[in-house]
Every structure is written in structure tokens, then in C-alpha cells.
T-cell receptor
């Protein structure tokens, strides 16, 4: 298994509160991603990072921000959580490294409920 | 923009029967193609991937997939299904030649296996 740790794994929060999810990797990989998974939608890309301090938006980035101050950590922040952000959030790592077999690996997920 | 269609939301097969899960994509060129499996409450596990070369790709757990450029398809197959294969399966694409693997997922096919 790829060395990806997400925290917290489960969280219940109230509408309007800030929430930060953390993804920690031990693979020293350049590329990291945040996806959300919702029934009937599959997984959708929120933000991704291609290096320290280098991030970009994905398909569903509204209401989310990210930061990457170290190679191993990629933080996803909901500045003011809304019920529509109740979801399962997955961190992933991987991308073109010039090495054979490079691919994307996913963490175990973080279940977020906004009440 | 690229898109992925998995026409079957739910498939039920008997244990020992063959399986084919369909995946069609829309993209201007040949993308990178992936199949992932997700068990309930778990993260995503890579089954197989196609980047280039041989259009029949072998994966883990006895799965294979065939890339058909003319049909823009990447269908997943298994000759004999086991009860442990019950899970949700996701097809995904990433733009080839890009600087990262920003995956676009299908909405998934849930597989049920009858003993």
C-alpha cells in the first residue's frame, strides 16, 4: 500500500465552521490530489498540487482551499462548511515520474458530515 | 472536456459466471485509462491501467481490460467471478501527456455476486 494517511478519518461539524483535512504521504511524490465522492457522482477532483506551494483548481473547487508547505503534507480547508460539503474526501498521490508503472494511489478516505 | 460513462449502475452475477463491466470515454486523443475497485467503507484500489502498447491489459485479482480505440471503450472483464469481487468499480481517464494525472471518473458500477 502507498504510504498515505488521512486525518481525521471521521468528523462531524456544524454549518459555518472551518474544517481542515490533512493528507500525509511518505512516498516523497511530487503530485497530490483531493477528491470528493458522492453517491451517483463518482469521484470529482477538488484541487491538486504539483509541488510545494504549487496548487491548482479541479472540477469542484468552489468553497475549498488547499495548501502545501511541505512535500509530504497537503491540506484541504473548508473555510465555512455547508451541508453540501457533506461527503467522503479522498487524498491521492501519483503522476508522471518518468518511471514505468507510475500511477495514482488513494488514501482511505475522510468522512465529513456537516450538520 | 473529457468524460467517462459507465452505462450500468448495478450488475448482479452468479458466482463462477463471467463478468464484463463497460466503460466509454470521450476525449480528443487516447487518454490514460484506469480501473479501480472500492469495497464498502474503503479507499480505491487500482486494478489495472493502460498507457500505451498492447491493448489487452492484465491486472490484479484475475481482471483484464481491453482498450478499443474505434469504440472509445475500455471494458473490464473477468472469466469467473468470486463472491469477494462484490464491490463498486470505477473507470477513470487522465489526459495523456499532461503534467499530472487529473483523473475523471465514471459514476461507478456496483457489482453484486449471488452465491
Amino acid at each position: 500500500d502507498a504510504g498515505i494517511t488521512q486525518s481525521p478519518r471521521h468528523k462531524v461539524t456544524e454549518t459555518g465552521t472551518p474544517v481542515t483535512l490533512r493528507c500525509h504521504q511518505t512516498e516523497n511524490h511530487r503530485y497530490m490530489y483531493w477528491y470528493r465522492q458522492d453517491p451517483g457522482h463518482g469521484l470529482r477532483l477538488i484541487h491538486y498540487s504539483y509541488g510545494v506551494k504549487d496548487t491548482d483548481k479541479g472540477e469542484v473547487s468552489d468553497g475549498y482551499s488547499v495548501s502545501r508547505s511541505k512535500t509530504e503534507d497537503f491540506l484541504l480547508t473548508l473555510e465555512s462548511a455547508t451541508s453540501s460539503q457533506t461527503s467522503v474526501y479522498f487524498c491521492a498521490i501519483g503522476g508522471p515520474t518518468g518511471l514505468a508503472g507510475n500511477t495514482i494511489y488513494f488514501g482511505e478516505g475522510s468522512w465529513l458530515t456537516v450538520v | 472536456a473529457q468524460s467517462v460513462t459507465q452505462p450500468d449502475i448495478h450488475i448482479t452475477v452468479s458466482e463462477g459466471a463471467s463478468l464484463e463491466l463497460r466503460c466509454n470515454y470521450s476525449y480528443g486523443a487516447t487518454p490514460y485509462l484506469f480501473w479501480y475497485v472500492q469495497s464498502p467503507g474503503q479507499g480505491l484500489q487500482l486494478l489495472l491501467k493502460y498507457f500505451s502498447g498492447d491493448t489487452l491489459v492484465q491486472g490484479i485479482k484475475g481482471f483484464e481490460a481491453e482498450f478499443k480505440r474505434s469504440q472509445s471503450s475500455f471494458n473490464l472483464r473477468k472469466p469467473s467471478v468470486h463472491w469477494s469481487d462484490a464491490a463498486e468499480y470505477f473507470c477513470a481517464v487522465a489526459p495523456s501527456g499532461a503534467g499530472s494525472y487529473q483523473l475523471t471518473f465514471g459514476k461507478g458500477t456496483k457489482l453484486s455476486v449471488i452465491p
